[in-house]
C-alpha cells in the first residue's frame, strides 16, 4: 500500500501560479512512474502529467508549455508547477502512483486538491 498526500491547491486568478506537492510514503518510490491528474466537474478524470523515476515525461497538450512536472526521489516526493493559469484548469488534482515493477505493481491515489482559477 502506498498513501498519497497532496496540498498546495488553493484559488488563483487567470494568469497566476500554483505548485503541488504530493508526498508518497513507500520505501520504494523509484518503483512508481508518479503522475497527476484532474478532474473538473461533470466531466472524466483525465491525465495532466507523468514522470518515470528515470525522467521521462508525458504532458496532456492543454498544459504542454505551462505546467512542470518533477520529483524528488530522495524526499518521495513529486511537484507540478502550474504557471499561466487559465480557468479551464479548474478541477480537482489527484497524485497517482503507478506501479511498473513486478514487485509493486498497482495505482494508488491521493485524496485530491482543489484548483480553483477564477477573477
Known amino acids: 500500500q502506498v498513501q498519497l498526500v497532496e496540498s498546495g491547491g488553493g484559488l488563483v486568478q487567470p494568469g497566476g501560479s500554483l505548485r503541488l506537492s504530493c508526498s508518497a510514503s513507500?520505501?520504494?518510490?523509484?518503483?512508481?512512474?508518479m503522475g497527476w491528474y484532474r478532474q473538473a466537474p461533470g466531466k472524466q478524470r483525465e491525465l495532466v502529467a507523468t514522470k518515470t523515476s528515470g525522467g521521462s515525461t508525458n504532458y496532456a497538450d492543454s498544459v504542454k508549455g505551462r505546467f512542470t512536472i518533477s520529483r524528488d526521489n530522495a524526499k518521495n516526493t513529486v511537484y507540478l508547477q502550474m504557471n499561466n493559469l487559465e480557468p479551464e484548469d479548474t478541477a480537482v488534482y489527484y497524485c497517482?502512483?503507478?506501479?511498473?515493477?513486478?514487485?509493486?505493481?498497482?495505482?494508488?491515489w491521493g485524496q485530491g486538491t482543489q484548483v480553483t482559477v477564477s477573477s
Open positions: 497517482n502512483a503507478h506501479g511498473i515493477v513486478v514487485a509493486y505493481r498497482g495505482d494508488y
Open positions: 513507500t520505501s520504494a518510490f523509484s518503483a512508481y512512474v
